[in-house]
């Protein structure tokens, strides 16, 4: 499958921010989804996941209350909604999937998605 991110954008602190990924390819329901964030000089750090079937999330400490991960399989595209953004939520955004047979699979781990996007730059001031 492959995945083009977009959305990005300089925003304030405090905006909200809505990132898409589309994907082409391959059997949309048949992958996990999850979006990733590298920032300047840091590794890249698992930010939130969707299952295939849409109905199992998972998000790190950090955004939850703040991000929403979401899917709609009809358009074959993943959501990041963003708000209460941080300066240290500053960073680029990639999306990614991962291929799985059961449909309410979420992952977490970096090294369990094998298909990336290129990235989208999320740049917050204060």
């Known amino acids: 499958v492959q995945l083009q991110a977009s959305g990005g954008g300089l925003v304030q602190a405090g905006d909200s921010l809505t990132l898409s990924c589309a994907a082409s390819?391959?059997?949309?329901?048949?992958?996990?989804l999850g979006w990733f964030r590298q920032a300047q000089g840091k590794e890249r750090e698992f930010v939130a996941a969707?299952?295939?079937?849409?109905?199992?999330?998972d998000s790190a400490d950090s955004v939850k209350g703040r991000f929403t991960i979401s899917r709609d399989n009809a358009k074959n595209t993943v959501y990041l909604q963003m708000s209460s953004l941080k300066p240290e939520d500053a960073a680029i955004y990639y999306c990614?999937?991962?291929?799985?047979?059961?449909?309410?699979?979420?992952?977490?781990?970096?090294?369990?998605?094998?298909?990336w996007g290129q990235g989208t730059l999320v740049t917050v001031s204060s």
């Open positions: 969707v299952s295939g079937s849409g109905v199992n999330k």
């Open positions: 390819g391959g059997t949309f329901r048949r992958y996990v």
């Open positions: 990614a999937a991962a291929w799985r047979i059961h449909s309410n699979v979420v992952l977490r781990n970096l090294e369990s998605y094998d298909n």
